[in-house]
């Protein structure tokens, strides 16, 4: 048994973690997409040799949980060397979805691979069938362009031939480079840092220290399953469709906990779809690793230690493990926050205080490009908008926020216009969408957005059909609408689509409120 100063392990645990916020800090304020430097759609985390999580940047979760098979598919196909950089984005080789480019360097100390520092972010554009890069796809191949990894620096120069590579794939090559620049800035930050307290505290320590702080999640994560009543446990929802067929489509969990470990069963859900909501094994880990650290009531670091009391099955081929070639833009943004929804519903048959009713279940996806004559240059932009949180044992749901695999945040009006041919006209709470209950859910959002120029619009968004649940009684959050308005008509929009609009069109977006808790009172 190694002894440690446990006091000593909480300074390294918020020294660790300050290293990646530090590096989420260089990456939002060098970025050039709104998406980046505005959304904050982006993550940070440090890794051990293994290419195992110990620290990372209070970010994404749908991010976090899925980037150690990221760089662990880097060590299996690429021989780091000092100055490296590795990009991919490959959701077959543990991305999450194309438009999320993650970048890995390797940290050395005495000449030897000590670490790795990652980042993930999420571009506006890369490639494929519709601008934003997020289509109603059926294959892989028309969602963008896919990088397996490879070096886009090798020892400390860029290579200009991949670079250019990807920029004659993307329809806004200058906002790719320039957010590729932040993301290689932000490792730069990450390895310096690490470096730094390498050199004033040696390498064995560090060393020592990144084990104990997984080894102390883990007993952690242990303890609160110890709290949760050996049994079975077991909840179904569905999304709305996949955007190809009108057909739901289901997602079954069953939650064995015994003693201080838990078995996750996802064999009972449906198999992989045609169109893009699938999602790959690395976003169903992130999300079943987001709701068990979100049990967990002490501020322990989020690292891998956390898988090591979890067992997940995923048959491949599902819903919920997708096989290669399927589309999977959707199944990072959507089914992500539907395995957390069956999650949390079969939890809280077991723990009912500590689980809230559903959240607004849906990033209610917004893509869009064209050409601006204006800025004679083409555009293309990507958000997400918030809804309604469910409520819980103690409050109401809080209202127009992003909710569970989102972290990001609400992109300012201001900053929409400013870089887009667009008009936001309305941006307001969703009022009375929060379903009622002894603790109210929160309410869904409203945003209207007036289109200036010929535009393509994609929208990938959920909870249209299905109404976020409420519990112990609690009525469900409102659902969603996404209509459109074009020269004097109302047309109701399904809940994924693609179209073309003219100048003068306006897009309304009404996002899902969230469940509410308990009975209510009379």
């Not at 899925?66 to 880097?74: F, H, I």
């Not at 999304?239 to 939650?255: E, F, T, W």
């Not at 869009?368 to 800025?375: H, I, L, Q, S, V």
Request: with cysteine; hydrophobic share 35%.
């Amino acid at each position: 048994m190694i002894e440690f100063d446990p006091i000593e392990l909480e300074l390294f645990k918020n020294m660790f973690v300050s290293i990646s916020e530090e590096m989420g800090a260089v990456l939002g304020r060098t970025a050039l997409s709104p998406n980046i430097k505005e959304r904050k759609d982006f993550s940070c985390a440090l890794f051990n040799q293994k290419g195992e999580t110990f620290a990372q940047g209070s970010h994404i979760p749908v991010h976090l949980g899925a980037m150690p098979l990221s760089v662990q598919s880097a060590l299996r196909t690429c021989s780091f060397e000092e100055n490296d950089l590795v990009v991919l984005n490959d959701p077959y080789r543990g991305g999450t979805h194309l438009p999320d480019l993650t970048c890995i360097s390797p940290v050395f100390a005495d000449k030897k691979l000590a670490f790795f520092v990652a980042n993930r972010a999420h571009h506006s554009d890369v490639g494929g069938m519709t601008p934003g890069s997020m289509p109603l796809a059926t294959e892989i191949f028309q969602e963008g362009l896919i990088i397996p990894p490879v070096k886009l620096v090798q020892k400390g120069k860029l290579r200009e031939e991949i670079l250019t590579l990807i920029l004659a794939n993307v329809r806004t090559p200058e906002e790719r480079q320039g957010d590729l620049m932040a993301q290689i800035a932000a490792n730069e930050k990450g390895k310096q840092r690490l470096q730094e307290i390498i050199k004033k505290y040696g390498l064995k320590k560090i060393l020592q220290y990144t084990n104990l702080i997984q080894n102390y999640t883990e007993k952690i994560l242990r303890e609160t399953i110890k709290n949760i009543q050996d049994g079975n446990y077991s909840f179904t929802d569905y999304l709305d469709d996949d955007g190809i067929h009108r057909k739901p489509i289901n997602i079954s969990v069953i939650i064995r906990v015994k003693k201080d470990e838990a078995f996750i069963d996802f064999g009972f859900s449906s198999s992989q779809v045609e169109g893009s909501v699938n999602a790959n094994f690395a976003v169903t880990c992130s999300a079943v690793l987001y709701v068990f650290r979100s049990l967990i009531k002490e501020d322990i670091p989020f690292n891998t230690g956390l898988m090591r009391p979890l067992k997940i099955y995923a048959p491949l081929g599902s819903i919920v493990n997708a096989q290669y070639p399927a589309a999977t833009a959707g199944g990072n943004v959507e089914t992500s926050q539907r395995i957390v929804d069956v999650l949390l519903g079969a939890l809280a048959l077991a723990i009912p205080r500590e689980i809230p009713a559903a959240s607004s279940g849906t990033m209610n996806n917004v893509a869009f490009g064209g050409y601006d004559p204006e800025k004679k240059t083409n555009f293309a932009y990507y958000e997400t908008i918030g809804g309604g949180m469910g409520g819980s044992y103690d409050l109401p749901g809080l209202s127009g926020v992003h909710t569970h695999m989102t972290n990001s945040l609400n992109t300012p009006l201001e900053a929409v216009e400013n870089y887009l041919p667009i008009r936001i006209h309305k941006y307001c709470l969703r009022k009375g969408s929060g379903g009622e209950g002894l603790h109210k859910g929160g309410e869904g959002i409203i945003r209207d957005y007036e289109f200036l120029v010929p535009t393509q619009v994609t929208i990938i968004s959920e909870r249209r059909k299905f109404s976020p649940y409420g519990i112990w009684g609690g009525k469900g959050g409102r659902k969603g609408r996404n209509i459109l308005f074009s020269k004097g008509k109302e047309k109701i929009l399904n809940s994924k689509v693609n179209l073309k609009v003219d100048p003068g069109d306006v897009l309304r977006i009404e996002t899902p409120g969230g469940g509410g808790y308990g009975r209510r009172k009379k």
